[in-house]
């Protein structure tokens, strides 16, 4: 389904264009007089408080993949698909409390890093390569792919040349500010998001109870598709593959979110930006409220789409149809926040692709240049991440029925062995390099043979046993060997996890509602 936008929601998608680009340069006008050190570009000088990075959290992680991806979930399989969001929320609380305390107090700027001081090259180059990987072939590919497809349905316009403008936007405004200027600028992208979101799904709902309000067009929804509102899906449900019931409570989902919110290198990037560790864990617990109400956002108008466009010809394509209930104006701005998000992932990709690979992969081949040069190599590496990925989004991503299931199960081959270094690396001194390579190795080796042998077993679950098989096999190589002797990056002794009765009570509360939330719709 194809849709174009009227003269109207142009000018206010070119205002809002303008607009931010107008807003990055100004944040990053205070740092034009003297050259940007690699702390000021890939860490925004460690200034940032905490509802920007609240902020830019959801803003890196509300996406193309997200919106439209989910959207498509939400129609091939429903609300079960929101525990993705709703589980994150309980995964931030705990990122903030147990993991923040002991990545500021080791005062990194990258994942890899990290694992250079509690291990050593071998295992923190191996894990920046994969990063790189997947941040190149798996996320900007998809991000870049859906909103192509995006801007094709909403405005008309061919995908190549959506790719192209998003790519192209994203540099614009990120390239030269960096972190700072993503964050900062990531405010009115969530602002957007969040409007557009629930506009559209007001919009839905009115539409379904034929303008008799939201209420009666949800109580509606959930008569005419009461399958799409079982959170916990039974093992007879044809989408049980992609989400088999009380794992995603459980089960494997627990090991991608803590990988994904915890050892995340564009994720937790923002977080290693605060001011300190009470604005980052303050940022941490508005991002896990942001959370809960997602679904609204991506889910929701997904499951409406089942009513009102019940033909289209693949789940994805049920967010860009459900554009055309938008009014004029109203639209163009929408839109916006479609590009919003899209592009503010992109932006948060590139610059940590850009992070990763310079202060990990190349200053340490190249340690005798200057602060500025660095920056330079990491904005060369922004544009080049984004060459590769343009080309190769379609063969990879064209393909896929649902493209946020496609995502998961590519990451879900590595999150098991990821997880299970930096968790054993913290808290078990004895972890050793090997062992830590081992994990690495037979995350990849265990999944791809589940897959081949035991096809029949939901990714979830696969994920699930192959992080208790990487925890084994990460203790019994490691206790044959020789115990660190520098196991300075791990004592944790010295390291506070309390945190202030205000994060006490956010994290509370968010127990209470997810509880809520699965008791209704179990």
Known sequence: MRYS????????????????????????????????????????????????????????????????????????????????????????????????PIFLKNGIYTMPQYLEQRFDSRVKTTLALFWLGVFIFVNLTSVLWLGGLAIQSVAGIDWLYGMIFLAIFSVAYSTYGGLKAVAYTDIIQVVLLVFGGFFLSYLALQQISGGEGVLKGFTLLTEKVPGHFDMILSPDNSEYMNLPGISVLVGGLWVMNVGYWGFNQYIIQRALAAKNIQEAQKGIAFAAYLKLLMPIIVVLPGIAAVILFPDIEKPDQAYPSMMSLMPVGIKGLVFAALVAAIVSSLASMTNSISTIFTMDIYRPMRADKDENHYVNIGRLSTVTSLIVAVCVAQPLIGQSEQAFQYIQEFTGLFSPGITVIFLMGMFWKRTTSSGALAAAIGSALFSVLFAVYVPELPFMDRIGIVFLMCLGLTYFVSARGTAPKDDSSVDISDVSFATTSSFNIAGIGCVLILIGLYATWW
Do not use: C
């Open 5 to 100: 936008l009227d003269p109207i929601d142009l000018v206010v998608f070119i205002v809002y264009a303008v607009g931010l680009l107008a807003l990055a340069l100004w944040i990053s006008r205070e740092e034009k007089s003297h050259n940007r050190s690699t702390q000021d570009y890939f860490l925004a000088s460690k200034s940032l408080p905490w509802w920007a990075i609240g902020a830019s959290l959801i803003a890196a992680n509300i996406s193309a993949e997200q919106i439209i991806g989910m959207s498509g979930s939400g129609f091939a399989l429903g609300l079960g698909i929101a525990s993705y969001e709703w589980m994150a929320a309980i995964t931030l609380i705990l990122v903030g409390k147990y993991l923040l």
